[in-house]
């Protein structure tokens, strides 16, 4: 393994505000560049009570401006929602301000239930099946200038923003073997074709202008405190925002609880642990050997960390356990 990046959602706590979420991922930033994470991903999520990052490109700058030299990521950007147009200047514009830090991840899914998609782009559908041309069409912005082209993204043209497909399933796999592009599966929510995506995406990939050999990184929870308890407590909170979602019934981040059967039946218990399998959660013992683990398992190039985490303070010190095992582990 070569890398380990965090991927941070900037939770909305129950009796918080977005603006309070925003300055607690910058300082979360700010935390991660010191502990020696290379990567900084924020997520594009939209009508969610409980996550502040929808204007992904914003809350990015944000974030870019507090810090030094951390890299900045979408993780991603939803195409569909977007002209591709648009997100070339967007990106192009960050990597103007933040030369060589600027990272964009792309996503084929909403990000969201469907009336805000519809509201969003209201040809989505035909959006997502154009997913593979609008990739192109993005790459073409960040390329040089070609002769006669009349459509340019300013700033965004020349820049070659490294641009990564991200995906729960085959299909981004396969495409971003097929255009030689580095590829990051969603594991942490969407386990069960962690395998067989980094599979298909290796045998398949092709040599690019972008990349000379396959790029994976794979995301895991990461709930790190002095003790196993502790840790179990601190990951009630994403098992809640998550059975919340199954319920259809979203909101703010709420705090852990003693026992998860307090409030969630055992089938949606099951559900979460069946969604939340890839999670490392503990004292930095059980996480570094649920780490080492995965590692020999995946064989990923990058791991990409990540935690809903009540308690600001809490969040911080799993994240930082987190760093320190990891960079053992990659040297």
Avoid: C
Avoid at 162 to 174: D, I, K, N, T
């Amino acid at each position: 393994m070569q890398a380990f990046s965090l991927l941070d959602l900037s939770p909305i706590t129950e009796g918080g505000s977005a603006r309070q979420a925003l300055l607690n991922s910058r300082a979360l930033a700010q935390h991660a560049e010191a502990g020696g994470y290379g990567r900084y991903w924020m997520a594009e999520h939209h009508n969610m009570t409980g996550i502040a990052s929808a204007a992904t490109a914003v809350a990015l700058g944000f974030v870019a401006e507090g810090t030094q030299s951390i890299r900045i990521a979408a993780g991603g950007v939803m195409l569909p929602n977007h002209s591709p147009l648009v997100i070339a200047e967007q990106f192009g514009t960050l990597a103007s301000l933040y030369p060589d830090r600027v990272d964009l991840g792309l996503g084929r899914a909403p990000g969201t239930d469907g009336p805000t998609m519809m509201a969003l782009r209201r040809d989505h559908m035909q959006a997502a099946n154009e997913f593979p041309r609008e990739v192109q069409e993005l790459l073409h912005y960040f390329g040089p200038e070609q002769p006669g082209q009349r459509v340019r993204a300013v700033p965004g043209m020349g820049l070659d923003v490294p641009v990564w497909l991200l995906g729960s399933s085959l299909f981004s796999a396969q495409l971003a073997a097929e255009l030689g592009l580095p590829f990051a599966f969603a594991s942490h929510f969407a386990p069960d074709m962690l395998g067989d995506a980094l599979r298909v995406y290796r045998e398949r990939f092709k040599p690019s202008r972008y990349l000379d050999a396959p790029y994976a990184a794979a995301g895991v929870n990461v709930f790190a405190a002095d003790s196993d308890a502790e840790a179990q407590r601190l990951m009630t909170s994403l098992q809640q925002q998550f059975i919340a979602l199954r319920r259809g019934t979203p909101g703010p981040l709420k705090a852990p609880v003693d026992d998860l059967a307090t409030v969630a039946t055992e089938f949606e218990r099951q559900q979460v642990k069946q969604a939340l399998a890839e999670t490392a959660v503990g004292s930095p013992e059980t996480v570094r050997l649920w780490l080492e683990q995965f590692i020999d398992r995946t064989r990923v190039d990058e791991v990409i960390v990540t935690g809903q985490i009540h308690d600001h303070e809490a969040r911080l010190k799993s994240f930082g356990l987190a760093a320190e095992i990891l960079r053992d582990l990659v040297h």
